[in-house]
């Protein structure tokens, strides 16, 4: 484990306190037009996501109507969509097959929009504690100056049990140790680099979480176009239960 991993961990709240936690609950909201340009308008206001923090599973209700569920597994990939009383409504196996050929417009069903999802915010959730995971390769790379900042960069290669945008990322942590900043081609948009930035650091049961996020596109030079975000995403509130 390299000199930085173990700094982000400690200040993120400690890789041996993050074994105790069995659930991970949180309230969030996510904006923006990317999700209308799928067909979806405030598919994702108002939600409460519930996540395992072991393994790849994550739901977020209400999806798509009041009394309906998205329930996201990984290893194998499925994606199903329940109404409160547990009965299934439609479900998925391989939904990242599923995708269509991506343009700005390009219209996706339910099952794709609750994969896309899914696979993405748990691992924002779980980070930077996925980072150990079985299977997961980390190593420091060049450091990057913004903004007359000097950030360290982690990359990250994950494994195809854990599902993600894509397997290499970059993350950016400030001199405190905090994320700034993470860098992705999602595999199912294309391929089109991300610039995702962290904001508004809060400490929630001993852990720190970031309660505002927004997703840029990344263009010449890695530099980001911040004028301009497709996606937000704001955290309301976060339970972690332990054992």
């Known amino acids: 484990m390299s000199d930085l991993l173990e700094q982000v961990l400690e200040v993120h709240g400690g890789l041996d306190k993050w074994a105790e936690v069995s659930q991970v609950r949180a309230e969030l909201s996510l904006g923006g037009p990317f ?5 979806w308008p405030e598919v994702y206001r108002g939600q409460t996501v519930t996540l ?8 977020f209700a ?12 990984a290893d194998p990939e499925r994606i199903e969509i329940r109404n409160t009383a547990g009965e299934l409504i ?12 991506y343009t700005i417009d390009t219209p996706w069903d339910a099952i794709q929009v609750a994969y896309f999802t899914s696979a993405a915010t748990w691992n924002y959730l779980t980070t930077p504690f996925v980072f150990t995971y079985p299977g997961v ?32 990322q970059v993350f950016y942590y400030d001199k405190a140790f905090h994320q700034r900043r993470m860098d992705y081609r999602p595999d199912v948009t294309g391929g089109s680099p991300i610039a995702h930035y962290t904001h508004n650091p809060r400490t929630f049961d001993g852990f720190l979480f970031y309660t505002r996020r927004l997703v840029h596109l ?11 975000a497709p996606i937000s995403i704001d955290l309301d509130s976060i339970e972690l239960t332990r054992r």
């Open 35 to 39: 999700w209308s340009w799928r067909g």
């Open 52 to 59: 395992d923090p072991r393994r790849e599973h994550i739901t």
């Open 62 to 73: 209400p999806f798509t109507a009041p009394d309906r569920v998205s329930v996201f597994d």
């Open 90 to 101: 439609e479900g998925r196996d391989d939904p990242r097959s599923s995708f269509p050929e």
């Open 137 to 168: 390769q980390t190593r420091e790379i060049e450091p990057w100056t913004e903004d007359g900042q000097t950030w360290r960069r982690l990359a990250v290669t994950f494994p195809a049990g854990l599902p993600n945008h894509n397997p290499d």
């Open 218 to 228: 990344s263009g010449e030079n890695n530099v980001a176009d911040q004028n301009f």
